[in-house]
């Protein structure tokens, strides 16, 4: 009995400790590993071959300059490119917008509808609701 326990408890000691690790990186870019979080920090794993991988979607390391050779644009070409991009940004949402409406009347209408028709009604609301919000989004980020 107390070799089954000596055994069970060295077994439990001998698996590999499991923690999270934090990569920063500070605005001379210097790189820092903790196990404690850091704002601006980015979670990494182990993919179970001794490898750490970033949790983080995106990554947002420090931007330098711009090289020599890359192409710049002046003032007034990217407010016109702006001006266009808004443009196209509020047809979009007018399209949405109307679409919404129709889908509104649709399911107003007190029209007697099968489930699965109704639930697609009620899907297609949700999704240009949100349609117009990204957008709005969109927009709002257009200087």
Known sequence: MIKVFLTLLLTGLALPAQAVIYKYVDADGNVTFSDRYRPGAVKFIDDGKGH??????????????????????DRQTQNKRD?????????????????????????????????????????????????????????????
Do not use: Y
């Open 52 to 73: 750490a991988i970033s949790t983080s979607r995106k990554h947002r390391g420090n931007v330098g300059p711009s090289p020599a050779n890359f192409p710049r644009v």
């Open 83 to 143: 001006d266009i991009r808004r443009t196209l940004l509020l047809e979009e949402r007018g399209n949405e917008e109307k679409s919404l409406a129709a889908t509104r009347a649709n399911l107003a209408s007190g029209k007697q509808r099968p489930a699965v028709e109704q639930n697609r009604l009620i899907e297609n609301q949700r999704l240009h609701e949100k349609n117009i919000e990204m957008l709005d989004k969109e927009l709002a980020r257009i200087k």
